[in-house]
């Protein structure tokens, strides 16, 4: 099943991190995209007609002192923006869970994991 993975973070806080702190989260987030690309779980195909599932279907991960906590339905803070995404595929829920509880800003913001309904192609 496809997910997608909303990023929520602070943009305030990237905006006010050492170049240092910039150049390592950026390494991380090469890091995850790489790994996600080579275990197979990152399928996205441009052309793609994609919808999300209801926000009754959504989870909200975080991670805190290392430990992953999930929250049932769409949640972030008033202090977070939508950064940016990734469209994984995932056998169940908890797999798309695990993957999400990897994207570095997972740690200091929130990521929404959404089911995806999947339209079929025109002519397919």
Not at 18 to 26: I, K, N, R, Y
Not at 46 to 58: E, F
């Amino acid at each position: 099943m496809q997910y997608i993975l909303l990023i929520y973070d602070n943009e305030a806080d990237w905006k006010n991190a050492a170049p240092g702190d910039q150049a390592a989260m950026v390494k991380e987030y090469g890091e995850f995209t790489q790994g996600i690309v080579k275990s197979g779980h990152s399928q996205m195909r441009p052309g793609d007609a994609l919808r999300l599932q209801p926000t009754s279907t959504a989870t909200t991960v975080r991670v805190r002192a290392g430990k992953t906590l999930r929250t049932d339905g769409p949640f972030a803070e008033t202090r977070e923006q939508l950064g940016g995404y990734y469209v994984i595929e995932a056998a169940n829920l908890d797999e798309a869970i695990e993957i999400a509880a990897r994207i570095p800003s997972a740690r200091g913001g929130s990521i929404e994991v959404r089911p995806l309904m999947v339209y079929p192609k025109p002519g397919a």
